[in-house]
């Protein structure tokens, strides 16, 4: 098992850019897929991005298609989203999540998360 820490978010301005980072501890991270979720106040859990174990397939929801970026580092047990020209609507809790294998993009088909790390964007 893994634990994951998320760091990164903070206050920018719209179409500025953030680049979140989610630390894994242990030395299986390699086997776990990652995701990017978001949830703002009264709406549901939202997926990101997946990524899959070695970062050969990436996979983007349609409103930050072209915008945001997922990736990995193994070897430093971290992956990351790249966010540029955020949106005010993108103001939300961002969420680290990971899964043995098998990427997903859906919020219970992930068993491990991070505790989130707030992103605002403002006008």
């Known amino acids: 098992q893994v634990q994951l820490v998320e760091s990164g978010g903070g206050l920018v301005q719209a179409g500025g850019s953030l680049r979140l980072s989610c630390a894994a501890s242990?030395?299986?991270?390699?086997?776990?897929?990652m995701g990017w979720f978001r949830q703002a106040p009264g709406k549901e859990r939202e997926f990101v991005a997946a990524i899959n174990r070695i970062g050969s397939t990436q996979l983007y929801a349609d409103s930050v298609k072209g915008r945001f970026s997922i990736s990995r580092d193994n070897a430093k047990n971290t992956g990351y989203l790249q966010m540029n020209s955020l949106k005010p609507e993108d103001t939300a809790v961002y969420y680290c999540?990971?899964?043995?294998?098998?990427?997903?993009?859906?919020?219970?088909?992930?068993?491990?998360w991070g505790q989130g790390t707030q992103v605002t964007v403002s006008s």
């Open positions: 242990g030395r299986t991270f390699s086997s776990y897929t």
């Open positions: 999540a990971a899964r043995l294998y098998i990427v997903a993009t859906i919020p219970t088909d992930f068993n491990l």
